[in-house]
């Protein structure tokens, strides 16, 4: 059974930076990509950034381009979210997720497992 944990979440004020944490477990192959999502109160969930297994490949939302930078270290089967220049706007519940393909893709509905979610909240 695949689980996923994230970690890092918290309360920051406006202009400062987090870093995510999700570890993932139970995978049986190592060819999966791994995803960032957040939701938003009373919005629906939105792609925030993926990475292919060899790292090579990332993807972004429009909206953190050039703030926020995934990673992965695969050895420990973990992705990582530095977001940096936080704004209000980034305030949600940030999810991690594992699509078992080479490419990475914004569409959720590829995702086969999901983590539990941890709180980012931005101040102004």
């Known amino acids: 059974q695949v689980q996923l944990v994230e970690s890092g979440g918290g309360l920051v004020q406006a202009g400062g930076s987090l870093r995510l944490t999700c570890a993932a477990s139970?995978?049986?192959?190592?060819?999966?990509?791994m995803g960032w999502f957040r939701q938003a109160p009373g919005k629906e969930r939105e792609f925030v950034s993926a990475i292919a297994w060899s790292g090579g490949s990332t993807l972004y939302a429009d909206s953190v381009k050039g703030r926020f930078t995934i990673s992965r270290d695969n050895a420990k089967n973990t992705v990582y979210l530095q977001m940096n220049s936080l704004k209000p706007e980034d305030t949600a519940v940030y999810y991690c997720?594992?699509?078992?393909?080479?490419?990475?893709?914004?569409?959720?509905?590829?995702?086969?497992?999901w983590g539990q979610g941890t709180q980012v909240t931005v101040s102004s």
């Open positions: 139970g995978l049986t192959t190592s060819a999966y990509v």
């Open positions: 997720a594992t699509a078992l393909r080479t490419m990475p893709t914004t569409r959720h509905t590829r995702y086969d497992n």
